[in-house]
């Protein structure tokens, strides 16, 4: 007989709703719906109607991020290309775990980085920029605002050629004396009179929807997250016109987590760790060898403690039900496109089974079977064309990139002439280039290359255990 279940106790204190705070002001209220009016007349409302289709409100107090991603993602018209219930694929809280474990982020929220990686691996364009960059300026806020809401957007069965863009926020609530503090919410609209613009507010059950001076916004996304250490600030996100979302996804591998947290590791780390790989022993001088025995290397570094990211898949089914039609369609498209890679690798570096052909089974690292739908030359292609050709140049030339000094260092510890990396690299170069892989491959392995950045912070770590999200209050 099963044990009774344990009855948890409600919290000592608990809420409906929070008051909210001047300056913000209620979209329902009397004066907001007169803004709303105005802006509507005067056409700054275009990203409105199509995010207010999908408005949703946060599942967990803490998955703003993950609220105001479903509410984008369904209002771009994205595919997501796996089932949400039943026959329909839809975008919830639940499928948005690419880039970081859903328990991980219910139970501490998620950084601005991972949120436009989060992005990314689901088929939107993002344009994210800090608050203290120059490209995060009030001037340059002000551009979003209008590349948002300035056009009057149609329905996506009207609009062949979508060119919906929705501005999204990373703010913190303490600028507008609300409880609280880092948040992200969707911009749905900007009255030009007041200057302000209309929040979204995913967390509905502590605030509605409500407009804010655009400055006093802008001066919220320069307040320091305390986790990170840096400031907060937009993302302008669009649909990707190449593809949905992705099935190959770049993941923390989970065998090297430590009660949940990933390792403490940065993209400067990255760079020294793969550059020590791939020449802590003389290259030969063939251009066409030395490209192999690099390759090698790098396949060897993947299955070491100090790669703290792999590859893997999306499963293409849910609860027993297996999907058909395009999903099924596009996995084969895949595994065939990395079977080809994988072949096209080897005849250009002259090293049949390099790739190509490998019997021994690959490490899953912690992913469960997930790793199963890709046989281990499709891995192996995966991993090596997921990383970013500026990774491998630094690596390989790292006088001719920034951050190079320590690379440096390493290279000259090392026995390996210049004219020796150049010409690995000269042949290495072309092999990875992204136009050069069969063209079902393409789309995919542009999303994973822009994820390296987002998941690893250049110069500087992320603490594992931050929050970003008020846990009790969104």
């Known amino acids: 007989m099963a044990a009774p279940a344990a009855h948890t106790l409600p919290p000592a204190k608990t809420f409906h709703r929070r008051v909210l705070p001047e300056p913000a002001l209620a979209f329902s ?3 907001g719906q007169q803004l709303f009016k105005e ?3 005067s056409g700054t409302m275009g990203s409105f109607f199509r995010l207010i289709e999908q408005f949703h409100t946060q599942d967990e107090p803490a998955f703003c991020g993950l609220g105001t991603l479903t509410m984008v993602l369904n209002a771009l018209n994205v595919d997501p290309g796996r089932v949400w219930k039943g026959p329909w694929r839809w975008f919830s809280e639940s499928l948005l775990d690419c880039c970081e474990p859903l328990e991980l982020v219910k139970e501490r929220g998620i950084t601005f980085d991972k949120v436009a990686c989060l992005a990314r691996c689901n088929g939107a364009l993002v344009e994210a920029h800090r608050a203290d960059e120059p490209e995060g300026s009030l001037e340059a806020f002000r551009r979003a605002v209008c590349s948002s809401a300035c056009y009057t957007q149609a329905s996506p069965n009207e609009d062949d050629h979508d060119t919906l863009k929705v501005l999204v926020v990373s703010y913190s609530r ?5 409880t609280g503090d880092g948040h992200y919410s969707p911009i749905g609209g900007y009255h030009a009179g007041s200057d302000q613009v209309l929040v979204l507010d995913v967390a509905r059950f502590k605030h509605p929807p409500h407009w804010v001076p655009l400055e006093e916004m802008h001066k919220s996304m320069q307040r320091v997250d305390p986790d990170t250490r840096r400031c907060r600030g937009f993302m302008l996100l669009s649909r990707h016109p190449e593809t949905t979302s992705s099935w190959l996804s770049l993941v923390w591998r989970t065998d090297l987590r430590d009660n949940g947290c990933k390792l403490d590791i940065n993209y400067s780390d990255l760079l020294r760790l793969f550059t020590a790989k791939l020449i802590d022993e003389p ?4 251009g066409q060898e030395g490209a192999a025995e690099v390759v090698k290397r790098a396949l060897d570094f993947f299955e070491t403690p100090s790669m703290p990211l792999t590859v893997t898949t999306f499963p293409l089914s849910c609860c027993g039900a297996t999907l058909e039609g395009v999903e099924e369609g596009k996995r084969a498209e895949v595994k065939a496109a990395l079977g080809q890679a994988a072949l096209a690798i080897d005849t250009a570096l002259a090293s049949p089974g390099l790739v190509k052909g490998q019997a021994s089974r690959i490490t899953a ?3 469960g ?8 030359d499709e891995l192996r292609s995966a991993r090596i064309l997921s990383l970013d050709l500026s990774i491998w140049e630094r690596a390989l030339s790292p006088e001719s990139l920034p951050y190079a000094a320590p690379l440096q260092e390493i290279h000259a510890a090392v026995p390996i002439s210049s004219s020796t990396a150049a010409g690995t690299w000269a042949v290495l170069r072309p092999v990875l280039a992204l136009d050069a892989q069969p063209t079902a491959l393409r789309a995919e392995l542009a999303i994973l290359r822009s994820k390296w950045a987002d998941l690893l912070t250049v110069g500087q770590t992320e603490t594992c255990c931050g929050t970003a999200c008020e846990l009790n209050g969104g």
């Open 369 to 376: 079977d997930l790793l199963d739908d890709l046989l281990d």
């Open 283 to 286: 290259l030969p001088s063939d």
């Open 365 to 367: 690292h912690g992913r």
């Open 174 to 178: 303490k600028q507008f004396h609300q």
């Open 29 to 31: 209220s009397l004066k």
């Open 39 to 41: 802006a509507l007349a």
